[in-house]
């Protein structure tokens, strides 16, 4: 694409991310730790997607890390894209706009590869959305024999993640390649092939064929399905098995972007642990993960630190699959916490190991703000704990929820399933005995029982799990939860959320299927079976899938999984060593993970019989262990420092800095309460000594005069901060205007005494400068709207219904919320978009006005102008642009100037 028609799609692109769009800084791409490389100077240029909307796909730690590995590689350069929310993926087939990469504007099909990350079974329907509004075609045969109209080829088309590496047959005709595994060194390896292809100019054939040679890579055009299901190549010169790439983790590519819009995890996050050992046998991440590795404590440490301050962040977490197993975790945590004790900073850690809660854990996730905190006891029978091999009993339960709950949790969450092999009714009423047994044994004087949050999962097998061919009915979900719902009623202080049974019916029928699989993910997506559908409408997406199941002819295969096809535990020897011995749709994939002691491992779940974690006790002879996947590697405890306390927020205020800012270009896309988080990191990197306010929550004495309309510019905000350290207000512009985007400068700071109204009490009054434009055809000249604005003005009570927070409806006067109003003079017109000038036809203007702006709701807002306007002209018009000039904190000099 050459550089005229790429700045007519960034031109298209910057025409839709309006304030009628929700959420539209989600687009922006200019937060900070964006990546902006030189187009030219790349030779493999990647853009890498999270089908999810922004919030989800920007807060992933594996999409962070990616990202800064392939944009740190010379000569590539790596994008981002995310799904579209409906409205801005209405525009954009509206108005025949692509998908663009948020940071260069560009249309995905302008890069050489385009990789989604697949993490979820049902995740492929957003995928297949995001190609169509690429325009790209859905399927790797037709991206092989069509090229763009521009002549240049297709994209590559890849997915990874842990769907992708556990069973891409589903989706097998939607990707050119996959990758298994870790990407950290895998993807810069791709990349590498990609620019020799390009440089000797192969075909897209010969550069799959190439890449198909990368263990790692699975290019599913190069094998075929037989009649079995299983997968074999269909050429002499690719692998039979695929290896699944192992890396080692590296937690400073993890400090990265720093959204501007609240994302799902809001906070920085370090990875300590790839890998579990734990065994459980439903588990798939800690089967595909293996072997588990420790990151060294000094990496953690220097990595928090850095990146706290470095990203303005408030909170950040500690990532593994069992944290608690990062026996280092007590000295790190509490380094950190000592190290970040005056940052007013908490941690947050993921569902974690009961039995290995203590009060060290506990002082390093306390603090001002109290994260909370998950358990997963899975089962609710220690029969049914350890034929999964949970590894925990019923004392060490009990030992870690009292624990959490002497410390200071008032409520703890905690996860359990149902339709676990071997489960009977006494093991699924387990689970609300076992709750009402905790809230008995958590009971203070003085203080209210134990609270508890459960999240009730419906068991689905996954590929490369002990627990692979055992089949699961939904109709038996239900009537399990049915029981559990009765058994739950008497129970005070808990909240239960059960997963809906045709979820689980889904990702079961999708997640272990085969290649037939495609037509159904296709079909389902075509009627309107996308991600968002499943929480909009759950009858109607789940009516998409049955619809397109029926339509592939595999009915049958589905009411298998509504009824049960076969349960492991009732199954006769001879006939279970039959199934086991079936070729599986996944067998061709090499996760390290010997097939044969999956079956043996089964064989132990119908004994109840359990197995030691390898990490700590002997090897379990897996099969990971090797030249091929490493071993192993873990880092034995570290001695605890001394706890230095929680933070304690200081109060005390010795200076109070009013600053004057700007909010200019993107940057007016960008929410109230948005940037008021915007600038509270933004002090938080410049290490400023900000004061605090009081009580349970406390926060930054930081305090806008007035929340500025979403998608109006300003040269006048009005910002107070109040300090604990005296600074010169030239030191303290210097210090937080480096921390700011460029579109937001400091153009004054004063000092105001403590004692003074602050700027939100004081505020009285505001400027604006509004671009207004008429509807009808004929327009006004200059002295018309002059004219207008002078009738407004002569005007003693123009009416205007207004519904307060209490849905009363009152009517007040605009026009005594009015104290000047003409035309804005030319040299102020550079302040509002160069569309938004005034024509000389007439037919736009811009008009200044300073009116009431009052916190406590006087307000004379530019739409109340604009219908003002409309009541003397008789005619109507559109608001195209508001800036606010100015402003005003009392009445004495309100000249405008």
Not at 349 to 363: G, H, K, M, T, W
Not at 587 to 604: N, S
Not at 620 to 630: A, F, I, N, Q, T
Not at 692 to 705: C, D, E, K, V
């Amino acid at each position: 694409m050459d550089s005229s028609q790429v700045g007519r799609v960034a031109a298209a692109v910057d025409s839709l991310l309006t304030p009628d769009i929700a959420k539209p800084a989600r687009y922006l791409g200019n937060e900070l730790g964006a990546v902006h490389k030189p187009w030219h100077q790349a030779t493999v240029r990647w853009v890498l997607t999270y089908p999810e909307v922004y919030e989800v796909g920007a807060s992933n730690l594996g999409h962070i890390i990616l990202y800064s590995i392939l944009n740190a590689q010379p000569q590539q350069l790596c994008d981002r894209a995310y799904l579209p929310a409906l409205d801005l993926a209405q525009k954009l087939q509206a108005t025949e706009t692509p998908l663009f990469a948020v940071e260069s504007r560009r249309p995905v099909t302008d890069f050489d590869i385009l990789g989604f990350s697949l993490s979820y079974e049902l995740g492929a329907t957003n995928i297949l959305a995001m190609l169509e509004l690429s325009g790209i075609p859905l399927t790797w045969r037709e991206r092989s024999t069509t090229r763009q109209s521009n002549g240049e080829p297709w994209p590559l088309i890849f997915a990874g993640g842990q769907t992708a590496t556990s069973n891409p047959e589903p989706y097998a005709d939607f990707f050119d390649f996959v990758a298994l595994g870790d990407g950290e060194e895998l993807l810069p390896e791709i990349g590498l092939v990609v620019e020799e292809g390009k440089t000797a100019a192969w075909g897209r054939e010969a550069v799959l064929l190439d890449l198909a040679q990368v263990p790692g890579v699975y290019v599913p055009q190069f094998y075929d399905m037989a009649a079995d299901g299983s997968v074999h190549p269909n050429r002499t010169n690719v692998p039979a098995r695929i290896l699944r790439r192992v890396a080692t983790p590296m937690p400073h590519y993890a400090i990265g972007l720093v959204p501007y819009v609240e994302t799902v995890h809001d906070r920085l996050t370090v990875e300590i642990r790839r890998g579990c050992t734990r065994g459980c046998r439903f588990c798939q991440p800690g089967m595909l993960t293996r072997p588990a590795r420790d990151v060294e404590p000094e990496q953690v440490i220097n990595a928090i630190e850095t990146g706290m301050r470095a990203t303005g962040y408030d909170e950040f977490s500690l990532l593994s699959l069992s944290c608690s197993d990062y026996l280092a975790l007590p000295a790190v945590g509490l380094e950190i916490k000592n190290r970040l004790k005056d940052d007013n900073i908490s941690l947050a850690l993921p569902s974690q190991r009961v039995d290995r809660f203590d009060e060290n854990i506990a002082n390093i996730l306390g603090g001002t703000r109290q994260t909370g905190i998950t358990f997963a006891p899975e089962a609710g029978t220690q029969r049914m704990r350890d034929i999964v091999n949970k590894g925990l009993t019923n004392e060490e339960l009990l030992r870690g929820v009292r624990t959490a709950y002497e410390q200071g949790w008032n409520r703890v969450k905690l996860y359990f399933m149902i339709g676990l092999p071997g489960e009977t009714d006494v093991d699924v009423l387990g689970i609300a005995e076992t709750v009402q047994w905790l809230q008995q044994e958590c009971r203070d004087q003085g203080r209210r029982p134990l609270g508890v949050n459960l999240t009730i999962s419906n068991f689905t097998p996954k590929p490369h799990t002990p627990f692979q061919w055992h089949s699961v009915s939904t109709t038996e979900f239900t009537r399990k939860q049915a029981l559990l719902k009765q058994a739950f009623r008497p129970l005070r202080g808990v909240k239960v959320n059960f997963t809906d049974v045709r979820i689980s019916a889904m990702e079961d029928f999708v997640g272990r299927g085969d290649r037939r699989l495609s037509a159904v993910v296709l079909r389902a997506w075509q009627l309107g079976a996308g991600m968002d559908a499943w929480w909009e409408s759950m009858d109607r997406a789940y009516a998409a899938w049955t619809q397109a199941i029926d339509e592939a002819g595999l009915s049958w295969k589905y009411r298998q999984v509504e009824q049960g096809e076969w349960h492991v535990m009732d199954t006769p020897t001879e006939d279970r060593s039959a199934i086991l011995d079936q070729p599986l749709p996944w067998d061709h994939l090499d996760t390290g993970i010997d097939k044969t002691w999956l079956k043996a491992d089964l064989q132990r779940a119908l004994e109840a019989a359990t197995v030691p974690d390898c990490s700590f006790e002997g090897c379990s002879h897996c099969g990971v262990c090797g030249p091929d996947l490493g071993h192993n590697v873990v880092v034995p405890p570290l001695p605890i420092p001394v706890f230095a306390g929680h933070f304690q927020p200081p109060q005390e205020r010795v200076q109070r800095l009013r600053v004057t800012l700007s909010k200019t270009g993107s940057l007016a896309l960008i929410g109230h309460l948005d940037v008021v988080r915007l600038l509270d990191r933004a002090v938080r990197r410049a290490a400023l000594p900000i004061a605090f306010t009081g009580g349970y929550h406390p926060g930054p004495r930081i305090s806008p005069a007035n929340a500025l309309p979403l998608g109006a510019t300003s040269s006048g905000e009005v910002v107070d901060f109040e300090l604990t350290q005296a600074l010169e207000p030239e030191a303290f512009r210097q210090r937080l205007g480096a921390q700011l985007p460029p579109e937001m400068p400091l153009t004054a700071v004063a000092e105001v005494p403590l004692t003074a109204p602050s700027a939100t009490k004081s505020l009285d009054q505001a400027e604006y400068l509004v671009a207004v434009q008429v509807n009808a055809e004929d327009a006004p000249r200059p002295a018309q709207w002059q004219a207008w604005c002078q009738g407004v003005l002569a005007q003693a009570n123009i009416p205007w219904e207004h519904t307060t927070k209490s849905r009363k409806v009152k009517v007040v006067n605009l026009r005594d919320r009015i104290f000047d109003l003409h035309l804005a003079p030319a040299d102020l017109w550079a302040l509002v978009p160069k569309d938004c000038h005034p024509t000389l036809e007439g037919q736009r203007t811009v008009i200044y006005y300073r009116g009431s702006c009052r916190n406590d709701g006087t307000l004379l807002r530019p739409e109340h102008l604009v219908y003002m306007l409309e009541q003397v002209a008789k005619q109507g018009l559109h608001l195209l642009h508001t800036h606010r000039y100015r402003l005003l904190l009392n009445s004495a000099e309100i000249a405008f100037c």
